[in-house]
């Protein structure tokens, strides 16, 4: 063998282990992106990074059921044409579903609409679904801040639990098992846009915002880490 031969093979065999570090420190980036990630507890996020590291990594696809839902919900806003009145969104516990309060319920009672009947039913179906067992339900319930004072409802507390509290329930006849549901009010303490000017005027478009359903839709192990 020629000097010149035997160097270049010497070379190439010296150059063999980039490709083990290149793939360690890509493993180690993965690794403290996914630490990074739980420490954030953000589900959404989280499995966003998962499916990522494994298609660059281990060249699969990963099951994403927080999208997977996401998307199946959307469908069915708009096969049911309520975008307007039924929003879904992500935060960093997973999915949200909005309803609309004035789409939903006869103002000032916490009766559902026979046309919402239809979108709580869709929904239910969906969380029913095999696929989507592992996720734990929230229902909030959110007013204005116009006073309530009657037999049924002695304020806006009452009116906003009753409210959240029904959507559970056709939730549960909708076959979603009642371990997985919880229902509560918050009344006007939460609003998202301000119910008033800086005088103190209301605001009425702003007050039928802040009238809604909220659903909060999360990975059980999610809501474990997050209380």
Do not use: C
Not at 88 to 98: F, H, K, Q, Y
Not at 117 to 143: C, D, M
């Amino acid at each position: 063998m020629s000097k010149a031969l035997f160097e270049h093979k010497k070379k190439e065999e010296d150059e063999s282990w980039l490709l083990t570090y290149a793939d360690f420190i890509t493993l180690l980036m993965g690794f403290f992106v996914m630490m990074f990630s739980i420490s954030k507890v953000d589900p959404v996020k989280l499995e966003q990074v998962q499916s990522s590291i494994a298609k660059d990594i281990a060249k699969k696809d990963v099951l994403q059921p927080i999208q997977l839902l996401k998307d199946d919900l959307k469908d069915a806003a708009q096969s049911l044409g309520v975008e307007d009145t039924m929003g879904v969104m992500t935060d960093d516990r997973g999915i949200v579903l909005e309803f609309a309060a004035q789409a939903f319920y006869a103002a000032g009672t916490a009766d559902i609409k026979p046309e919402a009947e239809v979108v709580l039913k869709r929904v239910a179906s969906l969380l029913n679904a095999e696929r989507y067992q592992a996720f734990q339900i929230e229902v909030e319930g959110h007013t204005d801040d116009v006073p309530i004072a009657t037999p049924q409802f002695p304020s806006n507390w009452e009116l906003s639990a009753a409210r959240s509290t029904i959507v559970v329930r056709y939730f549960i006849g909708g076959g979603v098992v009642p371990a997985r549901l919880r229902a509560t009010g918050f009344a006007d303490v939460a609003p998202k846009v301000p119910n008033r000017d800086m005088n103190g005027n209301p605001l009425p478009a702003n007050q039928a915002i802040n009238r809604r359903i909220t659903v909060h839709i999360m990975p059980r192990s999610a809501t474990t880490i997050a209380k």
